[in-house]
């Protein structure tokens, strides 16, 4: 059984900056492609920033490209979201999650879920 905790979150003004934690107990972590998600309030899940199971492959969402940076360190069983130049509509809880199907966009193939950070930028 995999375990994720994020960490990390917290208010910032807006165009500041943040980074967000995930660590993982498994044993398996370099084996998981990781992904990171943010929900607001009312609305549905989104994807944000997924990486590959060595970290030499990422992904992220045009809402958040050239801001955000995901990475990883398999020997902290840790994987990161390094977030700059924050704006209000980046306020959400952000999740981070494993997936045994490689990067994906996807949050319905991702099979481990964190409990949330919430991460607050105000105007």
Do not use: H
Not at 15 to 27: F, H, K, N, V
Not at 92 to 120: E, H, I, K, L
């Amino acid at each position: 059984q995999v375990q994720l905790v994020e960490s990390g979150g917290g208010l910032v003004q807006a165009g500041g900056s943040l980074r967000l934690s995930c660590a993982s107990s498994g044993r398996t972590f370099s084996s998981y492609a990781m992904g990171w998600f943010r929900q607001a309030p009312e609305k549905e899940r989104e994807f944000v920033a997924t990486i590959n199971w060595s970290g030499d492959s990422t992904r992220t969402a045009d809402s958040v490209k050239g801001r955000f940076t995901v990475s990883r360190d398999n020997a902290k069983n840790t994987v990161y979201l390094q977030m700059n130049s924050l704006k209000p509509e980046d306020t959400a809880v952000y999740y981070c999650a494993g997936s045994d199907y490689g990067m994906s966009n996807s949050p319905v193939t991702y099979r481990y879920w964190g409990q949330g950070t919430q991460v607050t930028v105000s105007s």
